[in-house]
C-alpha cells in the first residue's frame, strides 16, 4: 500500500497557533520533507521542532527551491522533489512536507501536491493560520468589517490595479520591492502598516510608510486598510 503525501501547513511562527491535526500528522509520519537545504535552514521545521518531541529523529528530505521566476527550472525543480516523495510513499512510508502558513496560499507545496497526485498518489493537506491573520491580530484589529473586501496581493510580481481595490489589501512577499512599493503607495496617498517576522525572532511592527526600511526579511507583510490605519 503507497504512503500519503501530507502538505502541513505549521502556521506564521509562534509554534502555539500550529492546529492539532498539523501536529498529529508530523507526529504519525516516518518522513518529513523541508522546502530547503537541510532542516536546520528551514524556518518550517524549527516552528514544528518547537512542538513535536523527537522530530529530529525523523527521515528529512531536503527540497530546495531556487529563488528564480524561471518556469522552466523551477518545474524541473518541482519534479525532483516529486521524484524524491514518490520513492517513499512506494515504500508505504507516509510524507509530511512542512510549509510555512496555510498551504494553499501562494506556498510551493502546491506544485509538489499536483505532481504527486497525477502520478496517481493520495495527497492531503492540512491547513493553517495564514501570516496575515497573524499579523492583523498582532496589529489588534480586523483585516476587514462588515461587507468590506479583502484582497491578496503576491507584490513580488506587477501589482497592476490591484491597489485601486476597495477594502484591505494584503502586501505578500513585499520585501524584494519595498523601496518601490512604497513609492506607490505615497503616491497614491495610501496609509500602510508592515509587520516583519510575525511570530518569529525579530519580529517587528512599522506603522507607517516612512518608517518602513527599505531592505527587511523576506518575511515581511503590508497591510492597507480602507477608511483607518490599524
Known sequence: MSGILYGVGV???DPKLMTCLAVETIEKCPVIAVPACGRDHAVSYRIAKGMICGLDEKECLNLSTPMTKDEKILKESYARA???IMEHLDAGRDVAYLTLGDPTIYSTYIYIHRIIRDHGYDAVMINGV???CAAAAKLGDSLADRAQQ???IPSA???GDALDCKGARVLMKAASRLP???GILRERGLEAVMV???GLEGEC???AIDQMPDDASYYSIILVKEGKPW
Open 180 to 182: 518601490e512599493i512604497k
Open 82 to 84: 516529486g521524484e524524491q
Open 130 to 132: 495564514p501570516s496575515f
Open 157 to 159: 510580481y506587477e501589482m
Open 205 to 207: 511592527v512599522y506603522p
Open 196 to 198: 516583519e517576522n510575525c
Open 11 to 13: 502556521g506564521p511562527g
Open 150 to 152: 479583502i484582497h491578496i
